[in-house]
């Protein structure tokens, strides 16, 4: 099954999808946005990391395709919580020419959809890096995100301490959010 977004179409990850993240996990612009350590990855390192993901259950990671563009990014859902119906959620929109055109917002309302609406979730959470203003301004002016809290120096990039951002959403913030905004009214979505 598919998740119908908008303007994107989330999938599953598939092997010919390596190459492309494994090159935008390596570009030093994308890996200092997101939250984590990154270190420069090679094929075999990608090849063994989706060996050892792909069949995990409470860990799901999926291809962003756009329109005529394939394949742009991933989309996760991990440390997916049965008991509390919980999740923590982050994207990463690799391919730079189509940043900032709505990709990013439909994918994270596609992500929501799917977790509210067809896994029966009740909140989701995040963490963005207190300088990456495209990422808090998606997730909280367009996608309906509270900034809950901060965790203080937690980010060393570019031989500095920053803070994180730790942002989440209830089902019920989400519900609001669409009814509000009629985002998917819309029928000109992605077949």
Known sequence: ??????????????????????????????????????????SYEQERWYERIIGDPLNKRFAIDAEEHGFIGISTLTNIDIKYRSAFHGIMIGAK??????????????????????LGLERLDGEIVEFNKASIGLYTKKCGWVVEGKRRRSVFRDDQWHDSLIVGILREDYLKLVEETRYWDCQDMMV
Do not use: C
């Not at 998740?3 to 999938?11: A, D, F, H, P, S």
């Not at 598939?14 to 990154?38: C, F, Q, T």
């Not at 709505?102 to 309302?109: A, H, R, S, W």
């Open 1 to 42: 099954m598919n998740i119908m977004g908008k303007k994107v179409v989330l999938r599953a990850l598939e092997p010919s999808d390596m190459e492309a993240l494994r090159s935008y996990h390596n570009d030093p612009d994308i890996a200092k946005m997101v939250m984590g350590w990154s270190f420069p990855i090679s």
């Open 97 to 118: 020419d189509i940043q900032g055109k709505g990709y990013g917002t439909d994918t994270v309302m596609a992500t929501m959809r799917f977790a509210f609406e067809e």
